[in-house]
């Protein structure tokens, strides 16, 4: 347009003053392997990428689609800007905006930086527009190749972002396009805030909402990424069972290290796999998220209220800086739901652009793909409607539908001002009922199911139809306080699921009039599947079971079950003419690869793009580096039985106290390229020192801690710990007993 250069995009005069936007580019990156991010909103690029990558899985493994590889996970695809503080743009950005918006954007850019004019409406046209291209160019040539070559599309995309825009306006809209939904569950934590992971009720309501609308029968949820190796059984039950609890009923378990040598074992654990001293047990947790994924993925969730999300609200206040008005909307719609979730409301959330695609009104429901709805809320803090929403929500209101208001009628139509809303909500007075919130009596008569009589704790619930019955599922997202409720069914009889062993027994309840009065009390972290329905199980009754407690015939006798073990973690290290006192061993890795050219440990930092890192590997025959460990055993510990753990042993000359050891052949500790060495021999009471050297230095070569192995425990000193003979175990704390680790 009038005034572009090379420099200046577009020039806008506003209010006396020149505006002149500049086009900013995807830095490089490292972790895009030296390349930048790709622009997923230009035409092409997604078709493109589904050429490069597919066509090779096709070679290798087509002929399985749709059978022995199900399906296909795309990981965290978003449209964020490429830098803090500016604005997402495609090379016809401008001519779709105006088709689609019937305006120039250009003269109105300023808006997207600064509350000036009509910003709101300027805001929010210009996130609906950037939605649409997101699902055009990336979601819908991605489900097109799905289906075509029998794939289940699945993977999430940055669901804890909302309700900034910036990611991806509405991911709800995204995963209407997926067979299988999926969102990220990330870290041992549980926090309720809008941008938390486990604890986050929108973000899995979101993702059950669009399956029960659009029959998806499986959703899944990448869980347990990042929560450290200290992750418990107790952990992994209480989160797993939380978002099952909200809808999930497909676990895709983050995830399982082929090797954890290097950079690797820092990278998000923990691994589901053979590192783990708690993996030959594991199979107790699956076989019980197995059996109630299948119960949870029977019979279908029918929910008769659908909330509207205020997303389209949050988009008025996100410019290039989202304004903090966009964060209270998601902070109050967090709050709201959150508290109705353990109010045991049964509920859908609902999309504009999913409503604007599949909803309709009919005979006083709100239709919307496979659900309906016979009352619509309007939640705290909602401010806006798309066009599409305010005439599918008049269209309701004619055919009986009923609404209720816990805000004011929405002041804005697609960002404009308008009073339609308004007119609608007082045209049917009758049917548009108000509240302040859930506090109301009235209002949560609305909102929550009548056989729920009580609740209390951290307690959640699913509920399924069946055929022939209805399943609930509970949970006690605590642990540290138990959750109890008293249910009341019109059912005739109520079985318990045991999803941990399998077995099926009735479950005690108390006939009250025509109906069944049940009581639920969980321990922490405890969860409790039930069916409901016309006859009992046959077999032992829950009633029955007595808990006794057992005697030990024998006194009580407690043995280690592997050598205890020590990490050593600081070192000395030479490096050319110089030597570096009491490093930690990761500066130490960083300064060893920096001095030979690299920015750092190329596995940490970086992505590697076919061979590029290992083309890196060329370095003199003559270079190297050498890292000492010392440590320090006392008089009277067994040294004849500690050994020395090192990584990649073919990659080191080792010694111990200045004499050379090679590592046993074909003996592994935690991982099978950590090799053992017998070092007890060239021990002795008192200093010692274990010497690592590299000679010619590789790309390989990642400086990383040496363990010993053995039969003693350590004590702390002023500066790490001490080897001591180690004593027999009893009851109580492990520390008191030098075994601190």
């Avoid at 749709?66 to 016809?92: A, C, L």
Wanted: contains cysteine; glycine residues 8%.
């Amino acid at each position: 347009g009038a005034g572009e250069s090379a420099d200046c995009m577009a020039a806008v005069e506003q209010s006396g003053r020149r505006y002149c936007f500049e086009r900013v580019w995807y830095g490089k990156s490292p972790w895009f392997a030296g390349f930048s991010y790709v622009d997923l909103i230009r035409p092409g690029v997604t078709e493109k990428f589904i050429e490069l990558t597919m066509r090779g899985y096709e070679r290798a493994v087509g002929n399985r689609f749709g059978r022995t590889v199900p399906g296909i996970f795309t990981d965290e695809p978003h449209i964020n800007p490429p830098t803090r503080g500016s604005i997402r743009w495609t090379p016809d950005l401008f001519e779709r905006f105006e088709r689609r918006w019937g305006y120039d954007l250009k003269p109105h850019l300023p808006a997207l930086f600064e509350p000036t004019g009509d910003w709101r409406r300027i805001r929010h046209n210009y996130y609906a527009l950037l939605l649409e291209l997101f699902i055009e160019r990336w979601s819908q040539p991605w489900s097109r190749y799905s289906d075509q070559n029998r794939l289940l599309w699945t993977g999430h995309y940055w669901e804890h972002e909302w309700p900034n825009p910036r990611p991806g306006p509405d991911n709800m809209a995204m995963y209407a396009w997926h067979r299988v939904p999926g969102i990220d569950m990330l870290f041992n934590q549980f926090r309720e805030t809008v941008d938390a992971q486990f604890g986050n009720v929108r973000s899995v309501k979101e993702l059950a909402s669009v399956a029960n609308q659009l029959g998806r029968r499986r959703a899944l949820s990448e869980t347990y990424g990042g929560a450290g190796w200290e992750l418990r059984f107790e952990d992994m039950k209480r989160l797993g069972d939380w978002e099952y609890a909200l809808g999930v009923n497909l676990m895709n378990q983050h995830l399982s290290f082929q090797t954890i040598l290097g950079a690797r074992k820092y990278d998000y654990p923990q691994s589901f796999s053979y590192h783990t001293p708690w993996w030959r047990h594991y199979h107790l947790l699956a076989l019980y998220f197995r059996r109630l994924s299948l119960a949870l993925a029977s019979g279908e969730q029918v929910n008769h209220v659908l909330i509207l999300e205020p997303t389209t609200s949050a988009w008025m206040y996100a410019g290039a800086e989202p304004d903090a008005r966009m964060m209270e909307i998601g902070r109050q719609f967090q709050e709201f739901i959150t508290r109705l979730e353990k109010l045991q409301g049964e509920y859908d959330l609902g999309s504009e652009d999913i409503l604007r695609r599949h909803g309709r009104a009919d005979k006083g429901r709100l239709i919307v793909g496979r659900r309906s709805y016979d009352l619509v809320v309007l939640p705290p803090g909602i401010e806006n409607l798309d066009g599409s929403t305010a005439n599918l929500l008049a269209a309701y209101l004619e055919s009986g539908g009923r609404v209720l208001a816990l805000a004011p009628p929405p002041p804005r139509i697609d960002g404009a001002a308008s009073d339609q809303i308004a007119r609608l909500a007082a045209r049917f007075a009758s049917s548009w009922q108000r509240g302040a919130g859930l506090e109301e009596p009235a209002v949560r008569g609305r909102l929550i199911p009548e056989e729920f009589q009580q609740a209390s704790g951290e307690l959640f619930h699913h509920r399924r139809r069946l055929r022939d019955g209805e399943l609930f599922f509970f949970a006690n997202a605590s642990l540290e306080e138990r959750a109890s409720a008293v249910v009341r069914l019109r059912r005739r009889a109520v079985s318990r699921l045991d999803a941990v062993s399998g077995a099926i027994r009735s479950y005690p309840a108390r006939t009250a009039g025509d109906m069944l009065e049940v009581s639920i009390d969980l321990a922490p972290a405890g969860s409790l599947l039930l069916f409901a329905g016309s006859e009992s199980a046959p077999g032992v009754p829950e009633a029955a079971l007595v808990e006794r407690t057992v005697e030990s015939a024998e006194p009580l006798t407690i043995r280690r079950l592997a050598p205890n073990a020590i990490r050593l973690d600081y070192l000395d290290l030479k490096l050319g003419a110089e030597t570096f006192r009491d490093l930690y061993f990761y500066r130490a890795a960083e300064r060893v690869f920096r001095h030979f050219g690299l920015e750092g440990n190329p596995w940490s930092t970086a992505v590697q793009y076919k061979t590029a890192i290992l083309d890196r590997n060329r370095f003199a025959p003559d270079s190297g580096f050498e890292a000492v460990f010392e440590f320090e055993i006392d008089a009277g510990t067994d040294r004849s039985s500690i050994r020395a753990a090192v990584e990649r042993p073919a990659l080191w000359h080792v010694s111990v106290n200045g004499h050379p050891v090679t590592s046993r052949p074909g003996q592994w500790w935690l991982d099978r390229g950590i090799g053992v060495y017998d070092v007890g021999p060239h021990l002795s009471d008192g200093r010692n020192r274990l010497t690592l050297t590299a000679r010619p230095i590789s790309v390989h070569h990642e400086l990383e801690p040496v363990y010993l192995l053995g039969d003693f425990g350590v004590t702390p000193q002023a500066r790490g710990f001490k080897l001591v003979r180690a004593g027999p175990l009893a009851l109580g704390s492990w520390k008191r007993q030098n075994l601190p680790f």
